[in-house]
């Protein structure tokens, strides 16, 4: 089993639609969650934190679920400028190892 | 502020030659952090410096990377000698300290093509 596990997608969305995202990981003991944003050819920039109680910002809501070691992305009334690859970004490890998984592609059409 | 600096941002070299990579972190954060990220793939850390001092190296294929991060500030990395696999971009990120919250900022990249 992989360390973290996205679907790649695509998931073509129209705009307006709500649509969300998982991210499963495989050690129980690790310790914080991100979500990334790459746009084509892009750097990856922090999108938004995972924190145990879940938060959100804006149109954007991030939870994580411990007991079944996932974590979940939900984006409403999805825009165009949304389209890029959303990456989860797993610390674990005594020194933070920190590992990608392969991002989920999100295409919203007009 | 400044970003994280790369260069180059391209480079095209033949199997088994040699190819360095250049990285300036923003000023202050201790943390750097060299990534390969292979086409339709999440970034794969290849090494993690805390200081000048390497953290995490379990991924980098030390028989042909290597990378250095002399005084603490800028780091190298290079392929010695490179293999068509090797085609990826290289991202360079840092943040402010060692931990599990702090946010990594990422370079541009350098695309790396080996023919």
């Known amino acids: 089993r992989k360390e973290v596990e996205q679907d790649p997608g695509p998931f073509n969305v129209p705009e307006g639609a709500t649509v969300a995202f998982n991210c499963t990981y495989s050690n129980s003991a690790s310790q914080s969650f991100f979500w990334y944003r790459q746009d084509c050819r892009k750097e990856p920039k922090l999108l938004m934190s995972v924190y145990s109680s879940g938060n959100e910002d804006g149109r954007f809501t991030a939870q994580l679920n411990r007991a079944s070691q996932y974590i979940s992305l939900l984006i409403r009334d999805s825009k165009l400028s949304d389209s890029a690859t959303y990456l989860c970004?797993?610390?674990?490890?005594?020194?933070?190892?920190?590992?990608f998984g392969i991002g989920t592609k999100l295409q919203v059409i007009p | 502020e400044a970003g994280v600096a790369q260069s180059p941002r391209y480079k095209i070299i033949e199997k088994r030659q040699s190819v360095a990579f250049w990285c300036n972190p923003i000023s202050g954060h201790a943390t750097l952090y060299w990534y390969q990220q292979i086409l339709g793939q999440g970034p794969k850390l290849l090494i993690q410096f805390q200081n000048n001092g390497v953290v995490d190296d379990s991924q980098l294929p030390k028989d042909r990377f290597s990378a250095e991060r002399l005084k603490g500030v800028d780091s190298t990395l290079k392929i010695q000698p490179a293999k068509l696999e090797d085609s990826a971009v290289y991202l360079c990120?840092?943040?402010?300290?060692?931990?599990?919250?702090?946010?990594?900022?990422f370079g541009p990249g350098t695309r790396l093509t080996v023919t």
């Open positions: 970004v797993v610390n674990s490890g005594g020194y933070q190892k920190v590992t």
């Open positions: 990120a840092s943040s402010f300290h060692l931990g599990a919250d702090y946010e990594q900022y």
